[in-house]
């Protein structure tokens, strides 16, 4: 299925969504733990398909996603949102973000996200 | 929920480091304004509650949501930081720390209430709204500059063309070019290819619809060529879609099944965010086609104005199954593709355009926003559970200790080939062994960084006001040493601002800045760590240790007469002082500082004290940065080996047996115009050394010798410590094994002088 680059500032939660994505068939080529290397990372590993944490040390994900836009217009981007973060969604999908998914995850959600991207 | 334990365990792990930084950025705020902290206090904030979200744990998460809103407000500055607000955030932290804690033990955190809290929270955000009238914005709002999406609105225009014109066609063609410039096209009857073939039959009258950004003046100036006698615009928006199906229909306008739509999405009801939905289907139908108009409009979108139905209307030549799919998605319940006006054949002009593709121009564009050469990088954190790494740890070390046996063997057989072939793996072993050993190396900050609000809640609890400033706190320990360390510091630290540091108007008095200061510092020195905490306050006053010492008895007045000044400090350290008149809940619970030199000599480190009445006192803990390997003296005792800790060694000497003198049940003898005794390790090695070599030690300026047969010589050694079964062995701090596989007990040179 798709490949997949993992980006969130905590362990805990790029593991929740990698026990996730294993669980749907994906492979997850890389993760990242701020928007730097998220960057990075996408330039270096080109995955399908990015999760993208917003708040993150260094460089947020709208700039990093807006970095990766700029790499790949066609880049597939799905930000991680938690409720309140409305405003912050809409701005990453106007720049560009394929999707969104909210925290806490539910996994058949996620996965059905991805899935539609992956096939856009 | 995951319930597993890994996930426990990482989120507890990870809620602690970012319950340190909140803690920690808080003392920075309340020094002063400061963005950065706000920043990482939001972040860090922001974090657990996302997490604790994911693991079920409602009453962390609605904590968390709550700080997050007051430091919402903080960040946007709408609320100033003063100490209520710093109380109440850092009570809120205490609360976190306490269901850690029942996390950590199994539990989900519900056993705390934390409504009082949560409730002071939100007083202090409707304070803020009664004086400012602001209501508390969205939170986990990121401050950056939205990028300023450029609306593009749709416009018909039709002109007409001076009916004495020659070559009324090439007018039309003129000015739909500079209109070119300024929008895009959608549709435009006549069509160009009409308009430039050879007979267009034109009638002067020409009829289009343009999605621009220009406001209605540029748009005229366009489109007036020489001799457009005529120019009408309109906006054109959803609202006129009949007008506009009437118009188009007319005119002949829009005339394409093929190529013009109208989509309609239903979002379902039950969307966590409906109206990003609508945006997503927006955007994608934007990626294959031209919108020319919707209902609502990008910007109502944009501002949350969405009932759950979006109709777009767009020119599109992907089809209409293309539009379909592209409508759809995720929470999107039903998509309905139809053609937008009666059938003809006149073809649209296109050119891409969608709020997306802006970014591709913008990379064509401008060079800085070209990707860069991405260099790799190949670093990687992972997280290893500390019993792992003494699992592994204890492996190398084995295969130090089988390595020295074999080379043993080999030695037996003096092969020279095995030889080399050793020499290469206790090579690689040893760099192994090295490598691990930097592996559990930890930065001091690990316990530092409790430190500051230590200090400064002490410093509330007493009216005193205290700068603490910390340094070094990167320098690095073995991990065994900084488990111990923390508890021992701490007592240190709370004594410093406690018992040491002066209240304000005393300290005026004495001719001091009110502000007190505790530095408290660590660096490397000669192989060892140094941890040194000063502070300006009043230091120790020999008179008050003397007489509480000998009110406790352990002293008598006659022998108080015959202290120097540094023997009466070092009386703190004796079991049973405590100087402080009553025991506070601060520095107090009966643990005295012998506690704190028993925890740092157990570190085998030393521990002193510099203090001058009037002026402050240095607590200096001297460390060795790990307790795993050390480098040892060995000698042989009575046939049995025995390893002496190098940095207690103060010579070899070869001694004249006949100037041994009895002192009572105990032997000395004259040495480099000192007395030194004798031990002799009879009961530990089943007899003892008649010769004349003597190994002379030396422990806090106190020397004494032990005879010993031969010695082997010096090395660096694996330290194991003493099982538990075992229990505490005097005279013993451990054992080693060396090559051949014997067990060496470890002098603990401390407990024998």
């Known amino acids: ?120 | 929920m995951p319930e597993d334990d890994t996930y426990r365990k990482l989120f507890v792990a990870e809620s602690i480091e970012n319950h340190e930084n909140i803690v920690n950025n808080l003392l920075i705020l309340e020094n002063g304004s400061d963005d950065t902290a706000i920043d990482e206090i939001f972040r860090a904030a922001h974090t657990l509650k996302g997490m604790s979200a994911s693991m079920g744990f409602d009453e962390m998460e609605t904590l968390c949501h709550s700080m997050e809103d007051v430091l919402h407000l903080i960040r946007s500055g709408e609320r100033s930081v003063d100490k209520d607000l710093i109380d109440i955030l850092l009570a809120c932290t205490d609360r976190i720390e306490e269901m850690l804690d029942d996390i950590e033990l199994g539990g989900d955190s519900s056993t705390f209430n934390s409504r009082e809290l949560e409730g002071k929270l939100k007083s202090l955000i409707s304070e803020e709204n009664a004086v400012s009238g602001n209501k508390p914005g969205p939170v986990a709002q990121i401050n950056m500059e939205c990028p300023e999406q450029q609306e593009k609105y749709s416009h018909h225009i039709s002109l007409s063309i001076d009916e004495t014109s020659q070559m009324k066609d090439i007018r039309a063609l003129l000015a739909l070019a500079n209109l070119k410039e300024i929008g895009d096209i959608v549709s435009c009857n006549p069509t160009p290819e009409k308009l430039e073939s050879s007979n267009s039959g034109f009638s002067g009258t020409m009829s289009l619809y343009i999605l621009t950004d220009s406001d209605e003046d540029t748009i005229r100036n366009a489109a007036s060529v020489s001799e457009v006698t005529d120019i009408t615009i309109r906006p054109f928006s959803l609202l006129q879609e009949e007008e506009f199906e009437e118009q188009a229909s007319t005119d002949g306008t829009l005339n394409t099944t093929n190529n013009l739509f109208k989509v309609i999405i239903t979002v379902s009801e039950g969307s966590d965010l409906g109206d990003v939905r609508a945006l997503i289907a927006y955007q994608n139908l934007a990626d294959i086609g031209q919108i020319i108009s919707s209902k609502p409009s990008f910007q109502d979108l944009d501002e949350g104005k969405f009932s759950g139905l979006l109709t777009v209307i767009l020119h599109s030549d992907a089809g209409s199954e293309a539009l379909h799919d592209a409508a759809s998605g995720v929470d999107i319940q039903h998509v309905l593709v139809e053609p937008f006006t009666e059938e003809n054949d006149v073809k649209v002009e296109t050119k891409p355009v969608s709020n997306i593709t802006e970014s591709e121009d913008d990379a064509i564009k401008s060079p800085e926003k070209t990707p860069k050469k991405s260099k790799k990088k190949e670093v990687q954190n992972i997280r290893v559970e500390i019993h792992r790494l003494d699992q592994m740890m204890n492996l190398v070390e084995d295969l130090v200790i089988t390595g020295g046996r074999l080379r043993q063997i080999a030695h037996q057989y003096s092969s020279k080939e095995m030889d080399e072939a050793l020499n290469m793996v206790s090579r690689s072993v040893s760099d192994l062994q090295n490598l691990m050993m930097n592996i559990r190396m930890i930065p001091l900050s690990q316990i530092f960084n409790r430190f500051p609000r230590v200090v400064r809640d002490v410093a509330m609890h007493d009216g005193k006001e205290v700068e603490f400033i910390m340094t070094g706190a990167e320098t690095e320990l073995d991990r065994s040493v900084i488990d111990g360390l923390g508890d021992p510091l701490l007592h240190l630290i709370r004594n410093a601002v406690n018992h040491g540091i002066e209240r304000p108007e005393k300290r005026i008095m004495a001719g001091k800045n009110p502000k007190g200061t505790v530095v408290l510092s660590a660096w490397r020195e000669q192989g060892n760590v140094v941890i040194q905490l000063k502070d300006d306050g009043g230091g120790i006053s020999s008179q008050v240790i003397l007489t509480k010492a000998i009110e406790k008895g352990l002293i008598t007045v006659e022998q108080s007469n015959n202290l120097t000044r540094d023997e009466i400090v070092d009386l703190l350290f004796m079991a049973g002082f405590s100087t402080a008149d009553e025991i506070t809940d601060i520095s107090g619970r009966g643990v005295g500082l012998d506690v704190v030199k028993g925890a740092i000599e157990s570190l085998k480190g030393t521990i002193n004290v510099e203090s001058e009445e009037g002026k402050g006192s240095t607590f200096k803990l001297i460390l060795p940065p790990t307790m795993a390997i050390i480098e040892v003296m060995m000698v042989r005792i009575n046939g049995l080996r025995c390893a002496i800790p190098i940095a207690a060694v103060v010579e070899v000497a070869r001694i004249d047996r006949t100037a041994i003198t009895r002192i009572g049940k105990s032997e000395a003898i004259p040495f480099r115009g000192e007395v030194l005794q004798i031990h002799h390790l009879n009961e530990m090695f089943r007899g003892e050394s008649n010769g004349d070599i003597v190994v002379v030690i030396q422990y806090k300026g106190t020397k004494c010798c032990i005879p010993v047969d031969v010695v082997d010589g010096q090395q660096e050694v694996v330290v194991k410590p003493l099982s538990n079964v075992i229990g505490k062995c005097k005279g013993v701090s451990g054992v080693t094994i060396p090559g051949d596989g014997d067990v060496v007990p470890i002098l603990d040179v401390n407990s024998m002088i």
């Open chain 1, 1 to 120: 299925m798709g490949r997949i680059l993992v980006v969130d500032d905590t362990l805990f939660m790029r593991t929740l969504l990698k026990n996730i994505l294993f669980s749907g068939n994906h492979d997850i080529v890389g993760e990242a733990e701020d928007g730097e290397d998220a960057v990075e990372k996408y330039s270096s590993l080109q995955p399908d398909l990015v999760t993208m944490d917003i708040v993150m040390p260094k460089k947020n994900g709208i700039e990093a996603l807006k970095e990766i836009m700029a790499i790949n217009p066609k880049a597939r981007v799905i930000m991680c949102t938690a409720v309140g973060q409305e405003q912050m969604v809409k701005l990453a999908i106007k720049t560009g973000a394929k999707g969104y998914i909210v925290k806490p995850f539910q996994a058949p959600k996620v996965i059905e996200e991805i899935n539609n991207v992956l096939k856009s």
